[in-house]
T-cell receptor, first 113, second 114 residues
Framework: GQQLNQSPQSMFIQEGEDVSMNCTSSSIFNTWLWYKQDPGEGPVLLIALYKAGELTSNGRLTAQFGITRKDSFLNISASIPSDVGIYFCAGFTTGGANSKLTFGKGITLSVRP | GAVVSQHPSWVICKSGTSVKIECRSLDFQATTMFWYRQFPKQSLMLMATSNEGSKATYEQGVEKDKFLINHASLTLSTLTVTSAHPEDSSFYIC??????????FGPGTRLTVL
């Protein structure tokens, strides 16, 4: 089946630093989504990407949809303690009854004050 | 906008009982709702996809008779875990989709089966 690869499993950064997370796939996706999940909560949508090559920003977050439609990255600039959480990439293959999200395994981000 | 609620947020039940979890889209109509389960430190695993007014589509390995899904309206889907056992203890998360390109997640329901 389709898989999204996220690595490393954990990242540790200092407050104020920038961080970049990558997500790759062997399959093509039509839409890429980035979510953040806090402990005991559901994932919250951060950024949605709909076109290959698209670069989108949301505050300190920037994400790009790879030109091959098989990868995406998320950048967080000037990290703050509340950026701590698990970041999931997800790919959406639209198409009738088979439309569903495929999730990566997530990257746990820790921010040292 | 795009708020999804789940009720209850946590539930503890005895083995052998059934538990119903509700998922509501509060400010949009969801043509499709999805149910996931998540084990500690793992990713979300899709259990089933439900379209309003039709039968749910279950992922491979998910027992449809154990996890009953009802999507009676464009804003409400329910998941009933029947005859729950300790191995069913997990974090259950629903999502709702107003279109085919986005999913908005509920806050999750923590189920503990004793």
């Amino acid at each position: 089946g389709q898989q999204l690869n996220q690595s490393p499993q954990s990242m540790f950064i200092q407050e104020g630093e920038d961080v970049s997370m990558n997500c790759t796939s062997s399959s093509i996706f039509n839409t890429w989504l980035w979510y953040k999940q806090d402990p005991g909560e559901g994932p919250v949508l951060l950024i949605a990407l709909y076109k290959a090559g698209e670069l989108t920003s949301n505050g300190r977050l920037t994400a790009q949809f790879g030109i091959t439609r098989k990868d995406s990255f998320l950048n967080i600039s000037a990290s703050i303690p509340s950026d701590v959480g698990i970041y999931f990439c997800a790919g959406f293959t639209t198409g009738g009854a088979n439309s569903k999200l495929t999730f990566g395994k997530g990257i746990t981000l820790s921010v040292r004050p | 906008g795009a708020v999804v609620s789940q009720h209850p947020s946590w539930v503890i039940c005895k083995s052998g009982t059934s538990v119903k979890i509700e998922c509501r889209s509060l400010d949009f109509q969801a043509t499709t709702m999805f149910w996931y389960r998540q084990f500690p430190k793992q990713s979300l695993m899709l259990m089933a996809t439900s379209n309003e007014g039709s039968k749910a589509t279950y992922e491979q390995g998910v027992e449809k008779d154990k996890f009953l899904i009802n999507h009676a309206s464009l804003t409400l889907s329910t998941l009933t875990v029947t005859s729950a056992h300790p191995e069913d203890s997990s974090f259950y998360i629903c999502s709702a989709s107003p279109n085919r390109n986005e999913q908005f997640f509920g806050p999750g329901t923590r189920l503990t089966v004793l």
